[in-house]
T-cell receptor, first 116, second 107 residues
């Protein structure tokens, strides 16, 4: 199984809603990532988890709250988002520690989020 | 992380080799060169990576110059399904994507 599964595939939420994005992998990978991708732009790194601990936060606003409950699961909790937060949210995972990574990262197909 | 420079777009005839260049003149000794691609509306897909030596796998070949300041990704027999944005990333740790090259394979 070389899949990273993201749910839901599509999400529409209001600016006062609270929602969560879910990402799951069963490859035994210990590094997991959240990216945000706006239309016609490259993916932007948001967070990196290594061995279930937050290692990198790329100055992401607090309305995005990541969580890594276990080594297979990564969540992104969303609260009080703005319309400009509408984007494709991508999850990825890689083997071992991301420092000095000499391996491929596997990406999910993303959650397309629309904030209304 | 070292910065990379790629041409914004390239065209390639179907069945021919696609050679995608990447300049990374500020690369550090411990930074790897990674190539990923993203087909429209899908998640990025790993292609290949290397440190110093040339690498080949079932998808592509990676040629890194001796001074490591540039590299070329080679898709030996491009097909229409290879039309995508190709990203060259140089990193020791986190993957930071640049603008990439839009490769259009035409019949």
């Amino acid at each position: 199984d070389t899949e990273v599964t993201q749910t839901p595939k599509h999400l529409v939420m209001g600016m006062t809603n609270k929602k969560s994005l879910k990402c799951e992998q069963h490859m035994g990978h210990r590094a997991m990532y959240w990216y945000k991708q706006k239309a016609k732009k490259p993916p932007e790194l948001m967070f990196v988890y290594s061995y279930e601990k937050l290692s990198i936060n790329e100055s992401v606003p607090s309305r995005f709250s990541p969580e890594c409950p276990n080594s297979s699961l990564l969540n992104l909790h969303l609260h009080a988002l703005q319309p400009e937060d509408s984007a494709l949210y991508l999850c990825a995972s890689s083997q071992g520690d991301f420092i000095g990574m000499n391996t491929e990262a596997f990406f999910g197909q993303g959650t397309r989020l629309t904030v209304v | 992380d070292a910065k990379t420079t790629q041409p914004p777009s390239m065209d390639c005839a179907e069945g021919r080799a696609a050679n995608l260049p990447c300049n990374h003149s500020t690369i550090s000794g411990n930074e790897y060169v990674y190539w990923y691609r993203q087909i429209h509306s899908q998640g990025p897909q790993y292609i290949i990576h290397g440190l110093k030596n040339n690498e080949t796998n079932e998808m592509a070949s990676l040629i890194i110059t001796e001074d490591r300041k540039s590299s070329t990704l080679i898709l030996p027999h491009a097909t229409l399904r290879d039309t995508a944005v190709y990203y060259c990333i140089v990193s020791f740790n986190k993957l930071v994507f640049g603008a990439g090259t839009i490769l259009r394979v035409k019949s």
